[in-house]
């Protein structure tokens, strides 16, 4: 079988003259390369309608408030939404990245929340499900995102083959649920095709539960999901965390505001900057950054 690092040079070599000045390689600062800064930080959930989308832009309103420079990229290529919950209309998206008609840093929009996003493409159903080499090239067009500190992408729900790169490319994997058996038994589902499809890689499977009634639902959902995962899949989940049903959740959805900017001292806000707070502490899995993603995706060895 072709090793999969020779096949992205050859797909580089089509795209670049031979006669191209080669590019110094980046500078390396105690011992960290530029292009590896970023923790790439990936939310998706086995079914559409849990709130995945409101986790990965309150998330990211939570760590701009600690300080760090947070990008939100909205990977859902087909029903992007992130830029409606923030009321945003941009002129350009990723649809105009796929197509080569755009670099990525040229669709990246701040917002007044001190946060970026870069918008996904929606209404493009066509680009759903991106061909293999399309996806190698636009998983290279991320390097222009590394000089952020976390990077948030969005997937979309599911199991698609864009989602499941995603998620073995992420520092973190961040899998939300709620309460309800469907949605339990679809985060379920999402958990044993990552341990069938990526059961070689040490991926950092993280678990919240939303709209829980409280600590103690939340608990017994997750706990029951972890033990599963562990006992049938011999997979690690760990739990992150728990937000309430907090009815600020809806009405800041209907004002097109984060909840933690419509009623930041709300039981949902409260629950988010726990998360958040806990994951700064999580270095269990150092964070690899695009280079480390790059490795992972195509198959090369992580010397980071």
């Known amino acids: ?80 939404n992130v830029n409606v919950m923030l009321n945003m209309i941009p002129k350009y998206n990723l649809y105009h990245v796929i197509k080569k008609q755009k670099t990525i840093r040229e669709i990246l929009v701040e917002t007044e929340y001190g946060i970026s996003i870069v918008a996904g493409a929606s209404g493009f159903s066509q680009i759903a499900n ?20 976390i990077i948030i992408i969005d997937t979309s729900a599911g199991v698609s083959s864009n989602v499941l790169d995603f998620i073995a490319a992420a520092d973190d ?48 959902v ?11 899949l011999n997979l690690k989940v760990d739990y992150l965390g728990f937000i309430y049903d907090d009815a600020a959740v809806p009405h800041a959805v209907l004002r097109q505001k984060p909840f933690m900017v419509v009623d930041p001292k709300g039981k949902a806000s409260i629950c988010v900057q726990h998360i958040v707070d806990r994951m700064g502490r999580n270095k269990t899995i150092a964070t690899r950054g695009f280079g480390g993603m790059l490795r992972r995706l195509f198959g090369e060895p992580n010397t980071a």
Not at 16 to 33: E, F, L, Q, S, Y
């Open 1 to 80: 079988m072709e090793d999969q690092a020779e096949k992205l040079r050859e797909i580089m070599k089509r795209k670049n003259d031979n006669t191209a000045p080669v590019k110094a390689p980046a500078p390396v600062k105690n011992g960290i390369k530029p292009a590896d800064k970023a923790r790439i930080i990936t939310v998706t959930s086995g079914k559409g309608g849990v709130g995945k989308t409101n986790l990965s832009v309150n998330m990211a309103l939570a760590f701009a408030r600690l300080g760090k420079k947070v990008i939100v990229m909205d990977a859902d290529l087909g029903l992007a």
């Open 130 to 149: 991106m061909g293999e080499e399309d996806r190698r090239d636009f998983i290279m067009e991320l390097e222009g995102l590394s000089n952020a500190d």
């Open 173 to 220: 994997a961040v899998i939300i649920t709620t309460p309800e058996p469907t949605a339990i038994t679809d985060a379920y589902g999402i958990i044993k095709i990552i341990a069938t499809e990526y059961d070689s890689l040490n991926m950092g499977l993280k678990l919240v539960v939303n709209r829980a009634k409280g600590a103690a639902q939340a608990k017994g």
């Open 222 to 232: 997750a706990d029951r999901m972890i033990n599963i995962a562990g006992q049938f």
